[in-house]
C-alpha cells in the first residue's frame, strides 16, 4: 500500500494530466469532476506511485517558477535514458540532462507544463 502522496496544484489540471500522461507517462487512476466539468482532484500512478492534483486556488497568483534544482518530486524509473527522451519529445524543459551520480543512480530533471522540477532517476530503496 501506498503511504505518501504528493499533490500538486495546476493552472489548467485537465492539460497537466494529458501532459503528464505524455511526457512522464503517468497514467490516470482517478479523475473527479466540479459541477462545471473541470478537475476537482485527480490520481495518476506511475509504477507504484501515485500523485494527487488539482486546480491552483482562484485567489493564489501564478505559480512561482522553482529554481532548476527545487525539486517538487522524484520518480524511479527503469530505463532512465528512455524516460528522458519521451518528456523532451513530449516538449518537457530539461533543465538537468541525464548524468551518473557517485551512489549509483543515473538521474535527469525536468520542469512541467506550470515550472514544476521533477527528478528521475535509477535509484530505488
Sequence with gaps: ???????????????AIEW???????TAHAVHEAPD?????????????????????????APVRAADDD????????DLDAHHD??????AEIVRPPFDTDYGSRDYAARDLDGNVWSFG????
Excluded: C, K, N, Q
Aim: net charge positive; glycine share 10%; proline share 6%.
Design 1 to 15: 500500500m501506498r503511504t505518501v502522496y504528493p499533490v500538486l496544484r495546476y493552472t489548467d489540471p485537465r492539460s
Design 37 to 61: 466539468g473541470t478537475v476537482a482532484h485527480a490520481e495518476l500512478v506511475f509504477g507504484t506511485g501515485m500523485i494527487m492534483l488539482g486546480p491552483r486556488p482562484a485567489a493564489a497568483s
Design 71 to 78: 525539486y517538487v518530486v522524484y520518480v524511479a524509473v527503469d
Design 20 to 26: 503528464l500522461r505524455a511526457a512522464f507517462g503517468f
Design 122 to 125: 535509477t535509484y530505488r530503496i
Design 86 to 91: 519521451r518528456a523532451r519529445a513530449a516538449g
